[in-house]
């Protein structure tokens, strides 16, 4: 190595952390707080305000006052439960189908979408 070299490797700053390794992370950093609350804000904004308001659009209220009927819990309906399922299941095999070469590991026999 010569001497320039050793010179500027002496005189750059040092990136090394207070314990003297590259991998030193702040435990405190500046902003976390306020991403965390900035965060917590958007979410409940979203939870307590947006969703209310969008079960309130006439057509989302029909849907869930007919599941209330129904004894329907939203929350345990799985995507097959959609009367749009079958369309989409034979849409994914006919684009399998006519592109199985880019889909390795998933033959085409394969009857892993569900179909009606």
Not at 41 to 55: A, E, F, Q, S
Not at 73 to 96: C, G, K, N, Q
Request: a negative charge; proline letters at 9%; hydrophobic letters at 45%.
């Amino acid at each position: 190595m010569s001497e320039q070299a050793a010179s500027q490797i002496r005189e750059a700053p040092s990136t090394l952390g207070a314990t003297g390794s590259e991998f030193d992370v702040p435990t405190s950093l500046p902003g976390g707080w306020i991403s965390f609350t900035a965060g917590a804000v958007c979410v409940g904004t979203i939870w307590l305000i947006v969703l209310p308001l969008i079960g309130d659009v006439p057509a989302v209220a029909d849907h869930i006052a007919l599941q209330k009927q129904g004894n329907i819990d939203p929350s345990a309906m799985f995507y097959t439960d959609l009367a749009i399922a079958p369309v989409v299941a034979a849409r994914a095999e006919r684009i399998h189908a006519e592109n199985a070469e880019c889909f390795w590991g998933w033959p085409a026999s394969s009857p892993s979408l569900p179909t009606e």
